[in-house]
């Protein structure tokens, strides 16, 4: 199986600030590569495909980038909706996998 | 819009099947253009991948369930459904079922229902 690790595993924050979260997969996987936000107690949300696709209806300050091993998910502006979890997730080879996620909390 | 919701037990005895079904309003199980896709998630734990099914019968499982799980579609009714064999306490969780977009070799999921707790005890 692809592993796929993230960091950081959590980190704090306040509204308007810039944030990064990185991905790493164990292998190349290409730009096969997707970002999820999942609030407590919800299903995951799609916001980021094939690295860099913004989705429908997600905001412009979300951006995505990276190719190969390692990816960067990016909140230009934090947002009070933004505090959740992130993933991202494989789909270069089946199974796919997913990362342990970012927990994004209010400094 | 696409919808998915998940029905089955919430309570499943060790040694037991567990079996969901999801119904699908929106869109159609017929089509060969997506992945029917079963995603679960222990309690405070990361996401599972367990397998689709595409084109009304060509399956895909994770190869670490691939001896337990079976995925099938019913066409009649928009329904595809999940069965997990010989259960235990470690595949209690929250089961998704979602759609796989299944875009130009990427996978990414672009609808998801609202999950159900299946709890094995």
């Known amino acids: 199986d692809i592993d796929m690790t993230q960091s950081p595993s959590s980190l704090s924050a306040s509204v308007g600030d810039r944030v990064t979260i990185t991905c790493r997969a164990s292998?190349?996987?290409?730009?096969?590569l997707n970002w999820y936000q999942q609030k407590p107690g919800k299903a995951p949300k799609v916001l980021i495909s094939?690295?860099?696709s913004l989705e429908s209806g997600v905001p412009s300050r979300f951006s995505g980038s990276g190719s190969g091993t390692d990816f960067t998910l990016t909140i230009s502006s934090l947002q009070p909706e933004d505090f959740a979890s992130y993933f991202c997730?494989?789909?270069?080879?089946?199974?796919?996998?997913f990362g342990p996620g970012t927990k994004v909390d209010v400094k | 819009q696409v919808q998915l919701q998940e029905s089955g037990p919430g309570l499943v005895k060790p040694s037991e099947t567990l079996s969901l079904t999801c119904t699908v309003s929106?869109?159609?199980?017929?089509?060969?253009?997506?992945?029917w896709t079963w995603i679960r998630q222990a309690p405070g734990k990361g996401l599972e991948w367990i397998g689709y099914?595409?084109?009304?019968?060509?399956?895909n499982y994770n190869p670490s369930l691939q001896s337990r799980v079976t995925i099938s579609v019913d066409t009649s009714k928009n329904q595809f459904s999940l069965k997990l064999t010989s259960v235990t306490a470690a595949d209690t969780a929250v089961y998704y079922c979602?759609?796989?977009?299944?875009?130009?070799?990427?996978?990414?999921?672009?609808?998801w229902g609202q999950g159900t707790l299946v709890a094995v005890s």
């Open positions: 099914m595409y084109d009304s019968g060509s399956t």
């Open positions: 979602v759609r796989d977009r299944g875009d130009y070799g990427n996978h990414p999921f672009d609808y």
């Open positions: 997730q494989q789909s270069y080879r089946a199974p796919f996998t």
């Open positions: 292998e190349y996987i290409s730009r096969y």
């Open positions: 929106g869109g159609s199980v017929s089509s060969g253009s997506f992945y």
């Open positions: 094939a690295a860099s």
